[in-house]
Every structure is written in structure tokens, then in C-alpha cells.
Nanobody, 119 residues
Framework: QVQPVESGGGVVQPGGSLSLSCAAG????????MGWFRQAPGEEREFVAS????????RYADPVKGRFTISRDNANNTLYLQMNNLRPEDTAVYYC????????????WGQGTQVTVSS
């Protein structure tokens, strides 16, 4: 497996929770950061959260701070995003991505998983 593969999207009511997973694949070994991005209809793709593959330092976009938690399991090359207190504005396709330690660019992307927050 070369490209990341996301899973766990779905439909949830406002205030609910969802957990996303990403099988990062073989490129995880050459990544420096692993992250989640999202793209809502008609909008640009935006950064959600990232985590340093080795030391676990994490960063979050302001709209999700305090509600989303990113984590990783290096032994299984898996990235997670726990999303709590979801809002309708969190509706988007969520993408897993790997930042190459060589180019420092987000070079590897999954196909995305749909998250819909609606009553």
C-alpha cells in the first residue's frame, strides 16, 4: 500500500462524535508529520490537525481546538482523528496526508472520507 486510506466517516447529529482512521501505508516511514485536512463543498481544502510522527507534537486549526484530537500508532502505521461536539460546519470530505521529510511538502494523500453533520 502506497497511498493512505481513510475510514470512519458517516452521518452524525450536531453535538455527536465520530472517529476517523487512516492506514498510512509504507510512505509513513519517510514522513515527518501526519495530518488531517478537510474540504467542504465549494471551499478550498483546509488544514485540520497534524502530529509529528516521532515526538507526537500536535497542531490544530482554531475551529477544531478543544473538540478534535489527533493521535497515531506508529507500530501499525495508523493515524486517528477523534471528533467530538461536531457542528454542521464540520461537514466536509476529510483527507489523511503525509508530509515528506525530504520535500517537507504534503506529498501523499488519501482518497478522503465524507463526514456529514446534520439533524
Amino acid at each position: 500500500q502506497v497511498q493512505p486510506v481513510e475510514s470512519g466517516g458517516g452521518v452524525v447529529q450536531p453535538g455527536g462524535s465520530l472517529s476517523l482512521s487512516c492506514a498510512a501505508g509504507e510512505k509513513a516511514f519517510t514522513s515527518v508529520n501526519m495530518g488531517w485536512f478537510r474540504q467542504a463543498p465549494g471551499e478550498e481544502r483546509e488544514f485540520v490537525a497534524s502530529i509529528h510522527r516521532l515526538d507526537g507534537r500536535s497542531r490544530y486549526a482554531d475551529p477544531v481546538k478543544g473538540r478534535f484530537t489527533i493521535s497515531r500508532d506508529n507500530a501499525n502505521n495508523t493515524l486517528y482523528l477523534q471528533m467530538n461536539n461536531l457542528r454542521p460546519e464540520d461537514t466536509a470530505v476529510y483527507y489523511c496526508a503525509l508530509q515528506s521529510r525530504w520535500s517537507m511538502s504534503w506529498d501523499y494523500w488519501g482518497q478522503g472520507t465524507q463526514v456529514t453533520v446534520s439533524s
